[in-house]
Each structure stands twice: as structure tokens, then as C-alpha cells.
């Protein structure tokens, strides 16, 4: 047992040693003995290397020498500057000079200010041997901010903490994922459930339900193929007039959302039993509570309507509103049986397939139209390519983004958050469609009265697994998914093999006799 534990410590620490790369950003860390602030630095490995933690970096005192460029080392006394860091600013002479300058004079370390892109600083080979302290590029605006708030008395410290490729926040992602799909498929077999006892006590062709209302059906392959057809022309309608597109989905997400919302609210509080307090004006009856969980939805989208582009925390709020949409979405549609999950799921993984890897092959720019939709053609104000990274010396103008993704932040990228927020996404169609998958099984659960819900666990487990699997290739690849392509096998084999198994592959193919007859009521 020991002889295990043993192995099974020194396997983490190995993938945890190899997930760790060493990156460009790093943090400048200044107090004052009372006050602290960190600030993002770009700096570069090749360079005199920065301690990896903030314990381990040594405090120096730093120089306001903004009024040079450090070419030379006219006019710098080097008593004044020795056993400091240098902040000069940039330009003139490239950054191994001005790093030999300040060596020469006695600086331990050397901060170039700029109010340009930041980029990583390099030179030639042969330079970088010659120069040893660490050096590192500033933003100017955050110099000029570090000045206000310590006045002269700064000491700065320079540490680059490593960046984990293996992130907390995919457990988080995980979970999200399997919850909503989970629920999502619960939410639809409560309400099967609701419709089936209406039906089996008379009452299948009399009023509608609340668990019916706004219920959409594909029932035939002809519509499942509209509906993908149009979900291709909209995509590419975005990606070629993005600019103008975006505002529309933005408008249609704010009011889908808020209405998924209530929906959603309103069934908890019908399950925890809130009664509703009622009044009548001209002879309209009016819910207290809808009116109260009506102003809260609303009130919701609209603050992320108007926020919507504040990285640092509107991320909830949009979570939130597409947790929301999500689950609204998987008690909605319905599909009718399990020959309409077949052919709507595999045309949405050949969609998903050709949109993420041919379609880099046509694009100017060779990123794929979904990645390039999905983020928006100005996504993140940091670029990188290869080893080499910018990022703007000034706030750029928020770009738009197109609400159809979960965002968590990467919660080890410390010094890439300082420099701009770092998020990792899950599209809403990778939750949704095996979603609808679930949703049918659970309805199924209901109609052949299984306790046990053997369908529903069983798909909601592919799906987990699945999930497992397409966070493993991305981590592994150094890129992103479409989770499709592993989701869609998984749940949909795995709802077969059930189905088979169980000597109910007939009735799952073409769906009950029960489903059957309430499509066909007027």
C-alpha cells in the first residue's frame, strides 16, 4: 500500500512538472511597508530568470529614472542608483544596452517603462549571456498609477509564477457541465411525468398544462435537417457580418435569458410549494410573484446587457443567465424519439467537426469560423504567437462577444489575469445538444416506468465520461476541442447499448405509442 501511495504521489508530481511551461508575463509586486499593489511585467526566460514565487524574489528599492532613456550613462551618478531597480523608459537603443548600462552602473535589476505594446524584450544570442540582472517591460499607465499611490518610497519585487497548462477551473467547468445537464434532463422527465399522469387519467387532448407550455417537438428527420441547415447559415452569417450580427444575438440572449430565468425560478418555487398571491384589475388576474421573479429576471439581463464587457466579474452573471438558458432549453425542445437523436446529434458533430477543422483551410487568417465566432475577431486584448507576447500599453475598446459560451477564469493564471483576464470557454451547444439526448432518455424513464431512472444515469455518466475525455485531449493537444465529437459518440452508444441490452431497442428507436398519439392531438 505504501509502495502505491508512493507511486501514485510521484505520478502527480510529474504531471503536475510537466504541465508547468514557463510563460512571458510575470508580476511586479511594490509596497511601502503598508501598502501593496502588483502590477503585470513582461519579461523574458532568456534573460536573467525571475524567482518562480513572491517569497523567494528579493526586494529592491526602486529608481524613478523616467526622465531617461538609459542609452548611456550620462547624467546617472552610479552611488544613487547601485544595490536598486531601474525604471527607465523605452526607446532609442534596443534593451540589451540599456540593460548593460544599468549593469554597468550598479542597478540590480531594470524596468523599462513603455507607452507602447508590450512585447516580450529580446536581443541576440550572444547578448543575453553578457547581462545579468533581471529585466522586465511595465506599462507606463501602471508606473504612472504605482507613483500616485507610494510617492518615491517604492520597493519592488519581480517574481514570474508558473503557468499551470492543467487548471483548477476545469474541475469547475466539469461540474457545470454535468449539473445542468443533469438537471436539464431531470426538469424534462418531471414534466413527462406531469403530462403522462394527465394523459393516463383522460386527459391528454384537454387544456394545456404549465409543464406544456411553449414545448417545441422535432418529430420528423425533414425538421431536424432545417433546423441544422439554419444553424449553418447563422453561423456563417456571423462570422462574415459579425459587427453588426452580434448586437442582435446580444438582444435575443438578453430576452431568452430572462425568460429562461423565470421559468427556471418559478419551478423552484413551485417545488418548494411558495403559494402566489393574486389581484385583479379590470377583471385581469395578476401573480405577485410573477411580477416580483419578472422585475429580478429582467433586472438581471439587463445589468449584463449593460456590463456585459467587465471581464473581472460579469463572467456570474452570464453563467448564471446561460445555466438559465440551457436548462429552459432542454425542457422546451423535445425530441420525439430516439431515431430524431441519431440523426440530430451526428449532423450537429459533422457541423461541429467541419466548422472547427476544414473550415481553417478557407479563413484569411486560418482560425476556424467557430473559434473565430466564438471569441469575436478582437476577443482578448493580449495576442500571443509562439514564444513572443503584446499586450496594449493602454485599455482598448471592449470587442464584442457573442454570449453563447460558459467563461471561468483560469484561476492559476495570476500574472496573465493581472495583464488581461484569462478565461477558458465551453460553448452552450456542447451542454445543450447531448442534453437533449438526456432529456429523452429521462423522458423514456417515464414512459416504460422505470424507478430506477436506468436511462437517465446511464447517459448522464457518458456524458461525464465524455467530458473527461475531451478535457484530456485538449490538455494533452496544447488546443481546443469540439467536445461534440467525443460527446455525441459516447452518449449516443452508450443510450444504445442500454437499449439493447435491456430488449427495448424498438420502442426507444421509435418512442412510445403515448408520445405518438399526443402529437397527433389537435
Known amino acids: 500500500m505504501e509502495m502505491k501511495g508512493a507511486l501514485g504521489v510521484a505520478l502527480l508530481s510529474v504531471i503536475s512538472l510537466i504541465s508547468q511551461v514557463n510563460c512571458q508575463e510575470a508580476v511586479l509586486h511594490i509596497s511601502n511597508g503598508s501598502l501593496v499593489r502588483e502590477y503585470c511585467i513582461v519579461h523574458n526566460h532568456s534573460w536573467t530568470p525571475l524567482p518562480q514565487t513572491l517569497d523567494t524574489a528579493t526586494a529592491y528599492p526602486l529608481a524613478n ?5 538609459l542609452c548611456n550613462a550620462a547624467g546617472v551618478l552610479p552611488d544613487v542608483v547601485k544595490g536598486k531597480a531601474m525604471a527607465v523608459m523605452r526607446g532609442e537603443c534596443d534593451f540589451s544596452q540599456k540593460a548593460l548600462v544599468a549593469q554597468s552602473l550598479g542597478a540590480t535589476a531594470l524596468l523599462i517603462v513603455s507607452n ?6 529580446s536581443a541576440n544570442e550572444s547578448e543575453y549571456a553578457k547581462v545579468h540582472i533581471p529585466l522586465a517591460l511595465m506599462r507606463y499607465r501602471d508606473f504612472l498609477t504605482a507613483k500616485q499611490v507610494f510617492g518615491e518610497g517604492m520597493q519592488a519585487k519581480l517574481y514570474a509564477p508558473p503557468y499551470s497548462k492543467i487548471d483548477p477551473n476545469i474541475a469547475v467547468m466539469l461540474l457545470i457541465s454535468i449539473v445542468t445537464v443533469a438537471l436539464g434532463g431531470y426538469w424534462s422527465g418531471a414534466c413527462e411525468r406531469e403530462r403522462f399522469n394527465s394523459y393516463a387519467a383522460g386527459g391528454g387532448g384537454g387544456e394545456e398544462s404549465k409543464a406544456d407550455s411553449n414545448r417545441v417537438f422535432l418529430y420528423s428527420p425533414l425538421n431536424v435537417v432545417i433546423f441544422v441547415i ?13 459587427n453588426v450580427v452580434v448586437y442582435v444575438i446580444i438582444a435575443i440572449f438578453c430576452l431568452a435569458s430572462a425568460s429562461a430565468l423565470f421559468s427556471c425560478l418559478d419551478a423552484v418555487l413551485d417545488k418548494i410549494g411558495c403559494g402566489t398571491l393574486s389581484f385583479s384589475v379590470r ?4 401573480s405577485v410573484r410573477s411580477i416580483l421573479l419578472a422585475a429580478l429576471c429582467i433586472s438581471v439581463a439587463v445589468v449584463w446587457g449593460v456590463y456585459r464587457n467587465e471581464d473581472r466579474w460579469i463572467w456570474i452573471l452570464q453563467n448564471l443567465l446561460g445555466f438559465a438558458f440551457c436548462l429552459n432549453f432542454m ?6 424519439n430516439f431515431k430524431i437523436c441519431v440523426i440530430l446529434l451526428s449532423l450537429l458533430l459533422l457541423y461541429d467537426v467541419f466548422f472547427v477543422f476544414i473550415t481553417p483551410f478557407f479563413t484569411k487568417n486560418g482560425v476556424s469560423i467557430m473559434v473565430q465566432v466564438a471569441l469575436g475577431p478582437d476577443a482578448t486584448g493580449e495576442k500571443t504567437q509562439g514564444n513572443m507576447v503584446e499586450i496594449p500599453a493602454e485599455p482598448q475598446a471592449p470587442s464584442e462577444k457573442i454570449p453563447v459560451v460558459m467563461r471561468l477564469p483560469r484561476f492559476s493564471a495570476w500574472a496573465q489575469n493581472l495583464c488581461g483576464m484569462q478565461f477558458s470557454i465551453l460553448g452552450y451547444g456542447d451542454i445543450i445538444v447531448p442534453g437533449l439526448l438526456v432529456a429523452y432518455c429521462s423522458r ?31 490538455l494533452l493537444s496544447g488546443m481546443g476541442q469540439p467536445a461534440l465529437l467525443y460527446l455525441v459518440p459516447f452518449t449516443l452508444i452508450t443510450s444504445a447499448v442500454v437499449a439493447g441490452c435491456r430488449g427495448e431497442m424498438r420502442q ?10 399526443e402529437l397527433t392531438v389537435p
Not at 529614472?65 to 532613456?69: A, G, I, K, N, Y
Not at 507602447?116 to 524584450?121: D, V
Open 65 to 69: 529614472w523616467t526622465s531617461t532613456v
Open 116 to 121: 507602447t505594446t508590450l512585447i516580450t524584450p
Open 230 to 242: 439554419l444553424m449553418c447559415g447563422m453561423l456563417v452569417l456571423m462570422y462574415f457580418f459579425y
Open 283 to 286: 377583471n385581469k388576474s395578476f
Open 331 to 336: 425542457k422546451t425542445i423535445t425530441l420525439s
Open 444 to 474: 423514456f424513464d417515464v414512459w416504460i416506468n422505470s424507478r430506477r431512472k436506468v436511462y437517465f444515469i446511464c447517459c448522464c455518466i457518458a456524458y461525464l465520461l465524455g467530458m473527461v475525455l475531451t478535457f484530456a485531449v485538449m
Open 508 to 517: 426507444f428507436w421509435t418512442g412510445t405509442t403515448y408520445e405518438r398519439e
